[in-house]
């Protein structure tokens, strides 16, 4: 009897906000990529204050940016142990002039872009860290996302 795996996967988008959780989400999804020889997109969402901050001229783009990019190669790292590729992105999670704007809509657009299979991201946290973008993106992102999704 031939068992086929009906589920096919090229690309797994992993959107991350620099929390714990979200970097324990890339390696759900490198490691589902790496199942179904599939890519990842790492999708860096930024949150409100952030987007407030470097709107004002607050907060230094520059050194957003260098937070970023240290996270996204730290996350890197992870898909050594495998033979996945993957590519990054970074988002606004929010707008002052788009009120529809918000996390779960960002991560649904991205997997649109990317033509992900695939989402792995961290689930509703219990606390209200401000740095944890993705805790109420979510249930949305469960609710409305037209591919399989994986909530850790």
């Known amino acids: 009897m031939d068992v086929s795996d009906p589920l096919t996967v090229d690309t797994v988008l992993a959107p991350v906000d620099g929390s714990e959780d979200s970097a324990t989400a890339v390696e759900y999804a490198v490691a589902i990529a790496d199942r179904y020889d599939a890519t990842v997109h790492v999708l860096f ?12 001229g607050v907060v230094s783009e520059t050194d957003v940016a260098e937070n970023t990019q240290g996270f996204l190669e730290e996350v890197a790292g992870v898909t050594d142990a495998y033979d996945v590729s993957f590519s990054m992105s970074t988002a606004h999670g929010f707008s002052s002039s788009v009120k529809t704007r918000h996390p779960g809509s960002v991560v649904l657009d991205a997997a649109e872009s990317v033509d992900a299979d ?10 209200d860290a401000p740095t944890e973008v993705l ?6 992102v469960l609710s409305y996302a037209s591919q399989p999704v994986l909530s850790v």
């Open 45 to 56: 969402v930024l949150g409100r204050e952030v987007v407030h901050g470097m709107d004002s």
């Open 118 to 127: 695939f989402i792995v991201l961290p689930r509703e946290s219990v606390t």
């Open 135 to 140: 805790e109420k993106a979510a249930e949305y």
